[in-house]
Every structure is written in C-alpha cells, then in structure tokens.
C-alpha cells in the first residue's frame, strides 16, 4: 500500500524542507525531491510499503517547450496554452524534437540518489501524465471545470489533436523507460482526465495512447537492455472503460471512489490484473471510524482471492488531511489484510 501525493501540502515537514522554493524548483533538484520522496516512507515507517518519486506531470510539456508554472494554492500555470492548430506554437511543440533524456536529466538524477537513499527499504515508483490528461493541460492552461478549449480541439480539430497525442505517447514511453534506467522499479500512467471523456471520445482520444503506452515501453525497455517493470493505468473518472482498461495491456489498473470494489472484480473476472484503489480522500476528513469502515469495504471488496491488490485511495490526498487520520488509514488496511 500507498497513496497518491503521499509527499506534499499535508505535511508539515514538507513545508519546512521546501522553504521558500518553488513548487518546479524543488522538482529540479535530486537532492530536494529525494527528502521529499522519503518524507512519508519516514514518517510512516513500516506502513507504507511504495515511495513515488516527487516530480510532476507537466513536466514533459516543459520538456517540450512550454513554459509551465506552480501557483502556490492555485495549482499549475500555462501562460501560453495552444490555441488552435494553425497556432505557431503548435507547429512548433508538434514538430520540434524533444530531448527527454536532456530536458528531464534531474528528474533520472533524484530517482537514483533516491534509490540510494531508499536502501532497499521500500521499492520506487515512476510516473508521468497520460497523453489526454497532458493535452487538457497544454490546451487549457491549468485546471479547468468545463474543458471548453479541450473539448473545441478535439470535436473541431481531431486530426491535429491525433497528432499531439500520439507525441505525447512516445515521449511518456521514453520518459518512463529513462525512469526504469535510473532505478524506478514500478511506472504509473495517470489519466487524471479520462473521466472527462464518454464512452466513444474515450475510444478516440485516450485508450488508443494508453495502450501504445503499453506496448512501446516494453520494447523500449528491452532495447535498452532493461527488464520489464509492472505498469499501472489510472484512468480517473472513467468507470465505463474498467473493462477495457483490464485489457490495455497493463500490469496494475487504479480506480477512483466511484467504481464498487466488488463490481470491478467481477467485471475484471479472469485477467491477470491487480487492481489499486480506491477509497475516496475525503474520508480522510471523517472520523477514524468512518476511515475504519472505508477500509473494511475495500478489503472486502477487493481482498479477494490471490489476484493481490494495491491499496490506496481513490485519488491524491487533498490538502488539510490530519497526518494521523492517514495513519489509521494505514493501520486499518494492515489489521483487516493480516487475519
Ligand atoms: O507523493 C506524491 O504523489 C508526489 C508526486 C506527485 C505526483 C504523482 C506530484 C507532486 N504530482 C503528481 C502527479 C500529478 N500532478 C497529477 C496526476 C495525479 C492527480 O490526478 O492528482 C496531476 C493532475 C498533476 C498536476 C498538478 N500538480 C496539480 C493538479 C491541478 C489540477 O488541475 O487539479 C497540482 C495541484 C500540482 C502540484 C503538485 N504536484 C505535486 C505536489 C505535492 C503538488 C502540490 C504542490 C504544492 O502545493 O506545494
């Protein structure tokens, strides 16, 4: 078990250790984002049995060119979003090479002064955003509640959207494999936007990428004389897709709160697929008792068999959350797996 953004704004010794950095600042350099990392391997010793290393999603829009920033209680920040595809900067984000190994040699360099930090106690976990969830971001220019520009791209411009995901897609392949080199022992696709899309633009605009995700990195890896690592999918908010995410050709699928444990390992039936979620973090604002019962459904739900499951929650853990009430969290989950 884990759990998403287990190092960030919750913590008080991360807002020691960050000081006055910026939110990318503190990404560049290893040896802040490897304290980072190991804040909660620390502080819930014995518990916690994944660090995930501390970087971000977008940082593959800036290795493509894209200025990107953090805004402090706002989130992430594009100050040039693409606009439409006769764009200048389109052409240029679609057509410049991008340099992953160069542009995001810091995020390799703190995964393996991680790994050495970690000494074996725990293994390391990779990441990067899925080509949708990139996209709304390049496109919007941070969050959004209507993915008004997203939606005009994809409905009004599908080719030139096509064309940017499928960049996308190679670049996260690349991006992951250079993960897996420097030391990252598992890699985790998130698609925090899936759920954005229907049934059919889901079809379109996300699992084709996804599961080229899946393909490619094997090869990549194998062409760089790596081993295979586990793969996860997080396709949030997608719970129409679950039965197609068990077939995208990933190790591990993640789900959010609105998926039914039960029902998804039934819907899952025989693929040799681990699941990973699922409690909602809002229960983390509750009470111990109500966290208790969070976890009693998930172990009932998905503690089944020998198929294995990752616990976690549904999503990151929202700022303001009690460090302890994760704690319980974490003692719940340990108590009702170990009868
Ligand atoms: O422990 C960890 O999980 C830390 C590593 C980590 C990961 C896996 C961070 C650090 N970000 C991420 C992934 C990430 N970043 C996702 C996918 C997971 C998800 O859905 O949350 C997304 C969408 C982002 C983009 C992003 N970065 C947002 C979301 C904004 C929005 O539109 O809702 C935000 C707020 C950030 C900032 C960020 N990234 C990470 C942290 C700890 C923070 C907060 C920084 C701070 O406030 O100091």
Redesign the pocket.
């Known amino acids: 078990m884990w ?7 919750y913590l008080p010794e ?2 020691e250790a ?1 000081g006055s950095r910026d ?1 990318f600042e ?2 560049r350099d290893p040896e802040v984002a490897s304290t ?2 190991l804040q ?1 391997i620390e502080r819930y010793a014995g518990l916690i049995d994944a660090a ?7 940082v593959i829009p800036q290795a493509m060119g894209m200025v990107v920033e ?1 805004v ?5 920040h594009f100050p040039q979003p693409l606009d439409t595809p006769a764009d200048d900067q389109y052409r240029q984000v679609l057509e410049r090479e991008t340099h992953v190994a160069d542009e995001l040699d810091y995020v390799y360099k703190a995964i393996t002064l991680t790994r050495n930090k970690l000494a074996g106690r725990v293994p390391l976990i990779g ?1 990067c ?1 899925a080509p949708w ?1 990139l996209f709304c ?1 390049m496109v919007e220019g ?3 509640k209507l993915f008004a520009r997203s939606k005009t791209w994809i409905y009004k411009y599908p080719e030139e959207t096509k064309k940017l995901l499928l960049k996308l897609a190679d670049i996260c392949v690349e991006h992951l494999a250079l993960q897996v080199k420097a030391g990252a022992q598992l890699v ?1 696709v ?1 698609d ?2 899936a759920g954005e899309l229907g049934p059919s633009a889901f079809r379109d605009f996300s699992e084709p990428y996804l599961a080229h995700i899946a393909e490619k990195l094997p090869q990549k890896l194998q062409s760089l004389g790596l081993d295979r690592v586990p793969m996860t999918v ?1 396709p ?1 908010g997608a719970w129409h897709a679950l039965d197609a995410a068990c077939s995208l050709g990933f190790d591990v699928v993640g789900m959010d709160w609105l998926q039914d444990p039960a029902e998804a390992v039934r819907i899952r039936g025989d693929r040799p697929v681990v699941f990973q979620g699922n409690a909602d973090p809002g229960v983390l604002y509750g009470t111990k008792e109500g966290i208790t019962k969070a976890v009693e459904e998930m172990v009932k739900g998905f503690w089944v068999g020998n198929k294995g499951w990752i616990a976690n929650l549904g ?2 853990i929202t ?1 303001g959350v009690d460090p302890e009430n994760l704690k319980h969290f974490f003692q719940e989950i340990h108590r009702l797996t170990k009868q």
């Open positions: 759990v998403m953004r287990q190092a960030g704004r991360y807002h960050k939110f503190c990404c980072l990392t909660p995930i290393i501390f970087s971000d999603i977008l953090m402090d209680k706002k989130g992430p990441f955003g969830t971001y941070g969050g959004t985790m998130f925090s936007w997080f949030k999503h990151g700022p």
